[in-house]
């Protein structure tokens, strides 16, 4: 019954942005720590950003900094990746994960988290 779905992943040119949402059921935003997560053909998964449950702590993978920003809208039971000046090197298919966690904990460790998304492809062409 508890479900993330991620949406929002595309074919974009370098350079291009995208914003990725997850969507949550079964369970609302608050007190969940959201992380945000990606796999690339024959790479490990890796964890890109993540934002608290209070949603004023938030990480990013080096990879990523100053092109990223994760946020949340508890209201809508939404969290988003914006995801800005991509290139090639972000293609991958993004997940969301969620954990229970008050306050401002928070992990770019996949095994944090016990609730995941499906997933959505992002592909940058170059």
């Known amino acids: 019954q508890l479900q993330l779905v991620e949406s929002g992943g595309d074919l974009v040119q370098s350079g291009g942005s995208l914003r990725l949402s997850c969507v949550a059921s079964?369970?609302?935003?608050?007190?969940?720590?959201i992380g945000w997560f990606r796999q690339a053909p024959g790479k490990e998964r890796e964890g890109v950003s993540c934002?608290?449950?209070?949603?004023?702590?938030?990480n990013y993978a080096d990879s990523v900094k100053g092109r990223f920003t994760v946020s949340r809208d508890n209201a809508k039971n939404t969290a988003y990746l914006q995801m800005n000046n991509l290139n090639a090197d972000d293609t991958a298919v993004y997940y969301c994960?969620?954990?229970?966690?008050?306050?401002?904990?928070?992990?770019?460790?996949?095994?944090?988290?016990?609730?995941w998304g499906q997933g959505t492809q992002v592909t940058i062409s170059s």
């Open positions: 994960a969620a954990e229970i966690a008050a306050g401002s904990w928070n992990s770019l460790r996949d095994i944090a988290y016990r609730y």
């Open positions: 079964g369970f609302i935003l608050d007190n969940v720590a």
């Open positions: 934002i608290s449950s209070s949603g004023d702590i938030t």
